[in-house]
């Protein structure tokens, strides 16, 4: 962990795997929230443009860890990278914690059981 706000320390190989793994879980429910819905339901249409613009946010926010995820995660910022993520939950409530696109569980989850995978090797 870094001793000073502004400085960071490398990410190990875990946490790595486990931000490649959260930006594979992203690429379906992006997916799902583009799902055309045929009606003529004005709160059908409402919802889908919602969706739309969640997906959106979501994609804009982790193609900044695809790239990073490219260069092996060189000048990658957990501080900017999380600060972002807060910025989306307190607009969508959809990923905030308990919901269905809670990717900090998610990431904590995958991180976890690689370091337990490790400790029984």
């Known amino acids: 962990m870094a001793t000073y706000p502004h400085e960071e320390a490398p990410l190990t190989e875990h946490e790595k795997s486990a ?3 959260l930006l ?3 690429m379906p429910d992006i997916r799902v929230l583009c799902q055309p ?3 003529w339901n ?3 249409w409402r919802r889908q443009y919602r969706n739309s613009r ?3 946010k979501v994609a804009s926010w982790q193609h900044n860890l695809a ?3 490219a260069y092996n995660f060189s000048s990658f ?3 900017e ?3 972002r993520y807060e910025s989306l939950c307190s607009r969508f409530v959809e990923l905030r914690p308990g919901y269905w696109m809670d990717y900090r569980r998610r990431y904590e989850d995958q991180l976890a059981g690689l370091e337990k995978e490790q400790e029984s090797v």
């Open 42 to 44: 004005p709160k059908v």
């Open 81 to 83: 990278y999380r600060r």
């Open 77 to 79: 910022s957990t501080q």
């Open 37 to 39: 819905c045929l009606s």
């Open 67 to 69: 790239h990073h995820s």
């Open 24 to 26: 594979y879980q992203t």
């Open 19 to 21: 931000y490649r793994y």
């Open 54 to 56: 969640i997906a959106g």
